[in-house]
């Protein structure tokens, strides 16, 4: 589990294509000291598991699956990516509850920029903004951001400054993919409306959510 509060931008030193998918091999920088094999590292949003970590560098294997849903295929050796450690019991949450879950894939449609910061507008699949709401919480490309606004198969996140400085989303350019990672609240809400019945008081009510 993340925060998606982005700890390290890192470089991708190697990347080789396997039978089980690819292995990239990244300079974790400081995220290095003390990582053990086994542990998690979200690289931009995805959340892997380090095969091994040999001085600053950490080599993970990435499988089909994570390679057809994210955009870790398409990143080369000298690609720059943004890096979490897992959360451990007792850290600060500061940005939102993020389980490096990749949900799909979004691509950048124009950016607003301005010296305050960037509204960057993103189209995807239909199936991703049923899962967002404004004010809301995403993850892109790893990194907590509040959503602007969501349409249906578009929707826009403010990046301040600070965001810009300490990320990869400064690299973002229109046409550019990013991954996404909608909040797991939205998600279990959108299941529940699949059931059925839809919310009510009386479902909230029972779930312990309102009293009366």
């Known amino acids: 589990m993340f925060t998606g509060i982005i700890q390290h931008v890192g470089e991708v030193v190697r990347a080789a294509v396997t039978a089980a998918g690819r292995r990239l091999a990244i300079d974790l920088g400081p995220l290095a000291e003390g990582l053990r094999e ?4 979200a690289v931009s949003g995805a959340c892997l598991t380090a095969t091994a970590v040999k001085g600053g560098v950490g080599e993970f294997d ?3 699956e994570t390679l057809e849903r994210t955009t870790l ?6 690609s720059r990516v943004n890096l979490e450690r897992s959360l451990r019991l007792g850290d600060g949450l500061d940005g939102h509850i993020v389980q490096g879950h990749v949900d799909g894939v979004a691509r950048v449609r124009r950016i607003d920029r301005a010296a305050g910061g960037w509204v960057v507008h993103f189209e995807c699949d239909k199936s991703l903004t049923d899962e967002m709401a404004a004010k809301g919480s995403v993850a892109v490309d790893g990194v907590s951001l509040t959503l602007v606004s969501v349409e249906d198969g578009r929707f826009s996140v403010a990046l301040i400054p600070t965001t810009l400085a300490k990320t990869t989303l400064a690299d973002l ?3 550019d993919s990013v991954n996404i990672e909608t909040d797991i609240l939205g998600k279990y809400v959108r299941r529940m409306l699949g059931k ?3 919310l009510s008081i009386e479902t909230l009510r029972r779930a312990g959510l309102v009293d009366g």
């Not at 086994?38 to 590292?41: A, Q």
């Open 38 to 41: 086994g542990e998690s590292v």
């Open 62 to 64: 990435v499988v089909h």
């Open 196 to 198: 059925g019945g839809g």
């Open 173 to 175: 350019r229109a046409g």
């Open 73 to 78: 295929g398409q990143i080369r050796v000298g």
